[in-house]
C-alpha cells in the first residue's frame, strides 16, 4: 500500500520560514516525480515546485520561485520543501505527491496523493 505522509506544517509570520516533508513508502519510487501542491479555501489546487527522481532537476511555480527549494533523498524515499520569506499568499493545504514521469507539474499526472498538512501564514 503505498503511502505519502506530510509534515511540518503550522502557523508562521509573515517573513517566517518553515520546512515541509514527506515520507513515501509502499513501493520503489525510481522514475517518479515527487511535487508538493497547494489548495488555499475556496481556490483550486495549484502545481507549486517538483523534483526529478534523482533529485538532479526541479521546476517551481513562479509565485514561489527564489523562496521555496524542494530537495529529495532517493535513499529514504522523502522529500522536503523548504519554504523561506513567506507570504500570506501561501496559506493553504500542501500536498505531497508522486506521479510516473520525468519533472511533471500537472495534477492529473500524479497518481499518489499525501493527505495534506496545513500552512498558515499571518500578517
Known amino acids: 500500500q503505498v503511502q505519502l505522509v506530510e509534515s511540518g506544517g503550522g502557523l508562521v509570520q509573515a517573513g517566517g520560514s518553515l520546512r515541509l516533508s514527506c515520507a513515501a513508502s509502499g513501493r520503489t519510487f525510481s522514475g517518479y516525480t515527487m511535487g508538493w501542491f497547494r489548495q488555499a479555501p475556496g481556490k483550486e489546487r495549484e502545481f507549486v515546485a517538483a523534483v526529478s527522481w534523482s533529485g538532479g532537476r526541479t521546476s517551481y511555480a513562479d509565485s514561489v520561485k527564489g523562496r521555496f527549494t524542494i530537495s529529495r533523498d532517493g535513499a529514504k524515499n522523502t522529500v522536503h520543501l523548504q519554504m523561506n520569506s513567506l507570504k500570506p499568499a501561501d496559506t493553504a493545504v500542501y500536498y505531497c505527491?508522486?506521479?510516473?514521469?520525468?519533472?511533471?507539474?500537472?495534477?492529473?499526472?500524479?497518481?499518489?496523493w499525501g493527505q495534506g498538512t496545513q500552512v498558515t501564514v499571518s500578517s
Open positions: 505527491a508522486a506521479g510516473y514521469g520525468f519533472l511533471i507539474v500537472n495534477s492529473n499526472d500524479y497518481a499518489y
